[in-house]
């Protein structure tokens, strides 16, 4: 039976560790540098690939028929607990995009997932952040209500001139 120490299993894996991180090293380079660009521009980009500046019939496609569609809103009800408001401006794009989670399902997002950073917890509980985005030319809130069915709405609009 082999027997080994911890010294011993320790050092047998330093050049295997120190090789990992040879490896990982360029890796980790390029998502620090991916994570550097992106930082002017919030995790949430787009909402089921439909994003600012898209054109009315490009969103519908992706999306498909609105339950109450209109020439400067469309409502989607996805289900029970999810739904989502496109706005458009006179040129017929998305200037802005909402979408509404009932309940706390473990699928709807965290605030770190749509802003990047946590949000703020008020003393009702209810927890609530928007971040402007200005090189990216929008900005992007959080917000969750407290209570036994609480309600999750996020946000992005594009910056106003």
């Not at 402007?132 to 969750?144: D, E, I, T």
């Amino acid at each position: 039976m082999l027997r080994f120490s911890r010294r011993s299993l320790t050092l047998s894996l330093l050049p295997l560790l120190f090789a990992a991180l040879a490896f990982a090293a360029p890796n980790a380079r390029a998502q620090t540098a991916a994570a550097a660009a992106d930082k002017d521009g919030p995790p949430f980009r787009d909402y089921k690939g439909v994003h600012i500046g898209m054109t009315t019939d490009e969103a519908r496609k992706k999306l498909g028929n609105p339950a109450d569609k209109g020439d400067t809103q469309d409502f989607y009800s996805f289900n029970d607990k999810e739904s989502a408001q496109l706005y458009y401006d006179g040129d017929h794009k998305v200037f802005a995009i909402a979408v509404t989670y009932l309940g706390s399902d473990s699928a709807i997002p965290t605030p770190k997932s749509i802003l990047g950073s946590d949000a703020d917890r008020k003393d009702d509980g209810s927890v609530y952040k928007m971040i402007r985005f200005p090189k990216a030319g929008c900005w992007v809130s959080f917000l969750r209500t407290t209570g036994d069915s609480p309600m999750t709405i996020v946000t992005m609009q594009k910056l106003q001139p």
